[in-house]
Nanobody, 116 residues
C-alpha cells in the first residue's frame, strides 16, 4: 500500500503561482510513476503531469510552459510548480502514484482556486 498526502493548495489571483506538494509513504519502493491530476466541478479528472522514477516527465498540452513537475526522492515527495495561473485552472488537484504492478493510488486532493 502507498499513502499520498497533498498540500499547498489555496486561493490565488490570476497570474499568480502556487506549489503543490505530495508526500508518499508506505511501499514507496514499488512506485514507478507519480503525477498530478485535476478535477473541476462537473468535469472528469484529467491529467496534469507525471514523472517517472527515472525523471522523465509528461504534461498535458495546456500545462506545458506553465507547470513544472519535479520530485525529491530523498524526501519521497513530488512537487507541482504552477505559474501564470488562470481561472480555468481552478480544480481539486490529486496526487497519483502507480507501482510496477500498475496498481494506482490517490491522495485526498487539495483545492486550488484562481480568482480572476
Amino acid at each position: 500500500q502507498v499513502q499520498l498526502v497533498e498540500s499547498g493548495g489555496g486561493l490565488v489571483q490570476a497570474g499568480g503561482s502556487l506549489r503543490l506538494s505530495c508526500g508518499a509513504s508506505g511501499a514507496i519502493f514499488s512506485i514507478n510513476t507519480m503525477g498530478w491530476y485535476r478535477q473541476a466541478p462537473g468535469k472528469q479528472r484529467d491529467l496534469v503531469a507525471t514523472i517517472t522514477r527515472g525523471g522523465s516527465t509528461n504534461y498535458a498540452d495546456s500545462m506545458k510552459g506553465r507547470f513544472t513537475i519535479s520530485r525529491d526522492s530523498a524526501k519521497n515527495t513530488v512537487y507541482l510548480q504552477m505559474n501564470s495561473l488562470k481561472a480555468e485552472d481552478t480544480a481539486v488537484y490529486y496526487c497519483n502514484a502507480r507501482n510496477f504492478l500498475s496498481q494506482v493510488y490517490w491522495g485526498q486532493g487539495t483545492q486550488v482556486t484562481v480568482s480572476s
